[in-house]
């Protein structure tokens, strides 16, 4: 194509046969040639799923590790120097799958099988840093609750009370409450930057 056979609309660079499709597109909202393609609303929800059955998976088999059965029952006594380790060693799993996988392939297992990708703006693959700065943003909330409950029940004494252990157990409750909302939050900044859909 002849330098003066290129038209220019809207920042791109078009010949004057191709013209027509590009404002077709341009109207319609499509996905122009070399733009990324954003992952839709399900199919985040799909990768954040698999992710959240593979953590379960693991509660599971971290729960049979340190307490000795796949969940803690009710009338089950409980070793509380035990569930502090597991939720540090729980945290400490989540960071590193979160930084290990985004920084070998932009993908979680979930993202994986959502087919969806974590780049650059440019297209290009996120960096190692990139990818443990994102890995410790999501697991902050982890850390954080599994040190505010090692302060809370470390030196818990086996004479303290169930009245007592209930009001900490209350407290955390409330803190699980506000890190979900610090979750809600970036899907939310997500939701409503329909264009580029960052948090």
């Given at each position: ?10 920042g791109h660079r078009v010949s004057a ?120 943003y999501y697991s902050f909330p982890q ?12 030196g818990t004494p086996s004479e303290v ?39």
């Amino acid at each position: 194509v002849k330098p003066d056979e290129i038209v220019e609309i809207q920042g791109h660079r078009v010949s004057a046969e191709g013209k027509e499709e590009l404002l077709q597109r341009l109207k319609s909202g499509e996905r122009l040639p070399g733009e990324l393609e954003r992952s839709s609303v399900a199919r985040r929800f799909g990768a954040l799923f698999v992710d959240g059955i593979v953590f379960v998976l693991l509660g599971v088999v971290l729960n049979v590790l340190f307490l000795g059965s796949p969940a803690v029952l009710p009338d089950q006594p409980v070793n509380y120097h035990m569930i502090l380790i597991q939720s540090l060693v729980s945290s400490t799993i989540l960071l590193g799958y979160l930084w290990a996988l985004h920084a070998r392939r932009g993908q979680t297992l979930g993202k994986m099988a959502a087919k969806i990708k974590v780049v650059n703006l440019d297209g290009s693959k996120i960096s190692a840093q990139t990818a443990f700065l994102r890995a410790v943003y999501y697991s902050f909330p982890q850390f954080a609750l599994a040190f505010i409950q090692i302060g809370m029940f470390w030196g818990t004494p086996s004479e303290v009370g169930l009245e007592e252990i209930q009001r900490r157990a209350a407290q955390i409750m409330v803190l699980n409450l506000i890190f979900a909302a610090y979750y809600l939050a970036s899907v939310i900044l997500a939701l409503l930057d329909r264009k580029a859909q960052r948090a």
